[in-house]
């Protein structure tokens, strides 16, 4: 993997609809989310591109709005973005709990400061 990736397995990740007036997704694209992500409690991996987050075998373009956040009171952090898979929309929300919660936080942030603003 290139040095301008970077993997990790997150423990739990939910992708849903947004925003709100955005084109509705199908059943079917509901449906095969729901079964490899949302209510798959297995983890996932999770790959950062220089321009794209891969999510399972989906992928996450048009990057927008990410924010990443560490509660004082749990070892996790969580990413947060808005993006394009397929044809739609999606927020998406991506937790990692681990005792090296603020190298993932760092690593994640630095990745994040590389997007232009």
Not at 48 to 57: A, L, P, Q, T, V
Not at 87 to 101: L, M, P, Q, Y
């Amino acid at each position: 993997m290139s040095k301008s990736k970077i993997c990790y397995f997150a423990d739990k990740v939910h992708v849903h609809h947004w925003p709100k007036d955005s084109p509705t997704w199908s059943e079917s694209l509901q449906q095969k989310l729901n079964i490899s992500i949302n209510k798959n409690s297995q983890k996932k991996e999770i790959i950062f591109g220089s321009n794209d987050i891969h999510i399972e075998n989906f992928q996450f373009t048009s990057l927008q709005k990410i924010g990443i956040s560490v509660p004082f009171f749990k070892k996790e952090c969580t990413i947060i973005f808005e993006a394009q898979f397929e044809h739609v929309f999606a927020h998406v929300h991506i937790t990692f709990k681990s005792d090296t919660f603020l190298d993932i936080f760092n690593q994640l942030t630095s990745w994040k400061n590389k997007f232009p603003k």
